[in-house]
């Protein structure tokens, strides 16, 4: 009797021939599990796809809402974008993925795990060491990372075996979706002189065919959470999917990214996330309303420490934890609404307002409503530019220097 193992399965290429792949090297039966983060319509289609395969059973799981609220919004808190760029969609699912991949393997008594990932993406780390640290007891195993196949032959390996991929050698990119974004690699893109053609975009107009008149949307916050838009009260699923569709008409958030991945290659990546480009311009606009000048520059270094976490797979980790709280007590009062300008590919900020505001217009105005004491500013600027001052007195700066 052939022992079990769990297959993270996308209904892509490496995953449908890793279940033919899987049972030929290592004798086991598959239980293909798919996991809807948003990724896919057609799950029963997939489904199908996998027993046609020959997985001897097929699982899906709905976990939109978990992927957002434990995994998405405490990134989203944490201001997380990697590099400046990316805002790590595929990198916040794998942790879950990993996660429901060890629940499913104790439910259905298998003591193997599998998953897609080359051995040349940072996935096999996010994967792996997530498992690791949830199910140390488990044995993991890579079909795409051991067979050793090109793109091409894995291609021709499907063909060969009758396996039905979305993948030709006409059209080879390789794209992963969820809510918070969409990433395509492959093909063309992997010369970075290149300009990504127009075929690769589905979530996001061109500059060109964006609307010619903008668009403003309200976003509400509740303690760093997005909660409303114009004033509508909607779950986090429905948000992110009102702003996908309200941003990426107007062409926002296409991301051309050269990224340093953690295997120690750099990779161009090609993004769209039109609401997670719009939610973190405007949690960091509310931010900057509601915390100091102090708490904002520290947490700056902590939304990169936090980005490079997600990034580098250690999700399940106790710095993870700890940044986490920190991120939290953070947001006690990030609570506001934020207007954005949605136009030809930009979200400007031009509005804000929040019932913690630090920004006090009897201090800021210079008309008649003023109320800053410029009387106290000599003594300050005393005080302030003493060491300067006593320092140019025995150590004249030299013009050369």
Known sequence: MSDKVVLAYSGGLDTSVAIKWIKKKYNLDVIALTINVGNERDFSTIRQKALDVGAIKALVVDAKGSYVNEYVFPA?????????????????????????????????????????????????????????????????????????????????????????????????????????????????????????????FTWTRSVGEAPDKPEYVEIGFEKGIPVTVDGQQLDGVSLIQRLNELAGRHGVGRIDHLENRLVGIKSR???????????????????????????????????????????????????????AAYVQSSQRFVTGTVRLKLFKGGCPVVGRKSPFSLYNYGLATYDKADVFDQSASPGFIHIWGLPVKTQAQVQPVADSE
Request: with cysteine; charged share 25%; proline share 6%.
């Open 269 to 323: 990546e090609i993004y769209e996330a039109p609401a997670a480009t719009a939610l973190l311009q405007a949690h960091q606009a509310l931010e900057a309303m509601t915390l100091s000048k102090s708490q904002l520059r520290f947490k700056q270094k902590v939304a990169q420490e936090y980005a490079d976490l997600i990034y580098n797979g250690l999700w399940f980790t106790r710095l993870h934890q700890d940044l």
């Open 76 to 200: 989203l808190q944490a201001d997380a974008l990697y590099e400046g760029e990316y805002p790590l969609a595929t990198a916040l699912a794998r942790p879950l993925m990993a996660k429901l991949l060890v629940d499913t393997a104790r439910e259905e008594g298998a003591s193997v795990v599998a998953h897609g990932c080359t051995g040349k993406g940072n996935d096999q780390v996010r994967f792996e060491v997530s498992i690791n640290a949830l199910a140390p007891d488990l044995k993991i195993i890579a079909p795409a990372r051991e067979w050793g196949m090109t793109r091409e032959q894995t291609i021709n390996y499907a063909q060969r075996y009758d396996i039905p991929v979305p993948i030709t050698v006409a059209s080879p990119y390789s794209i992963d979706e969820n809510l918070w974004g969409r990433s395509i690699e492959c093909g063309v893109l992997e010369d970075p002189w290149v300009e990504a053609p127009e075929e690769v």
